[in-house]
């Protein structure tokens, strides 16, 4: 079973500032990973696929990045919006899992 | 526009079922061209993958948290997916979410998410 480990828990950026989040399995996926936000109350929404493939509607200060065991998300200008949990979830073998999640704080 | 309307839900006494399961109702694409899952975040807690099932052959996948006491399934002709929920525990307190998988190989990613509805499960 892989097990996804997101890294840092929770990230403090003050806004126009990069965000760089990290996410790492036990096993290689190839870049079978997807990233998603969650904002609070609210269901995720899929940012990027493919681990660097972003979805439809997704601004382009998202980009994802990586393969095999080690992937990031980076927000390359964090805007007031962009708080929110961010999750990956590898979708290489089964179970699909998903990682613990990294808080996005603005500062 | 893809939409997934959820229902059903509610307050369960361990041991119990959930009456009428879970439901999802799918709009804005070919429902029976598209894998669905249920995905569950605990209180304050994180995504937890549930189960899968394939568009149109009947294929079904279970986290093994839930084998044995959930069933997902599907009426393509009705455009709606759903969860069967038994011998509930306390664990199984939880958002459930359906959504809409993209397949790669055997399994998927989400494009699309319903709005999610609270199992409690609790005497």
């Known amino acids: 079973e892989v097990v996804m480990t997101q890294s840092p828990a929770t990230l403090s950026v003050s806004p126009g500032e990069r965000a760089t989040l990290s996410c790492r399995a036990t096993q290689s996926l190839s870049t079978n990973l997807a990233w998603y936000q969650q904002k609070p109350g609210q269901a995720p929404r899929l940012l990027i696929y493919h681990a660097s493939m972003r979805a439809t509607g997704v601004p382009a200060r998202f980009s994802g990045s990586g393969t095999g065991p080690e992937f990031t998300l980076t927000i390359s200008s964090l805007q007031s919006e962009d708080s929110a949990v961010y999750y990956c979830?590898?979708?290489?073998?089964?179970?699909?899992?998903f990682g613990q999640g990294t808080k996005v704080e603005i500062k | 526009e893809v939409q997934l309307v959820q229902s059903g839900g509610g307050l369960v006494q361990p041991g119990g079922s959930l009456r009428l399961g879970l439901s999802c109702a799918a709009s804005g694409f070919t429902f029976s061209s598209y894998a669905m899952s249920w995905v569950r975040q605990a209180p304050g807690k994180g995504l937890e993958w549930v189960a899968s099932m394939s568009g149109s052959d009947d294929r079904t996948y279970y986290a093994d948290s839930v084998k044995g006491r959930f069933t997902i399934s599907r009426d393509n002709s009705k455009n709606t997916l759903h969860l069967q929920m038994q011998s509930l525990t306390v664990d199984d307190t939880a958002v459930y979410y359906c959504?809409?998988?993209?397949?790669?190989?055997?399994?998927?990613?989400?494009?699309?998410w319903g709005q999610g509805t609270l199992v409690t499960v609790s005497s």
């Open positions: 959504a809409k998988g993209l397949r790669v190989g055997l399994l998927y990613y989400y494009d699309s």
């Open positions: 979830q590898q979708y290489n073998a089964y179970p699909p899992a």
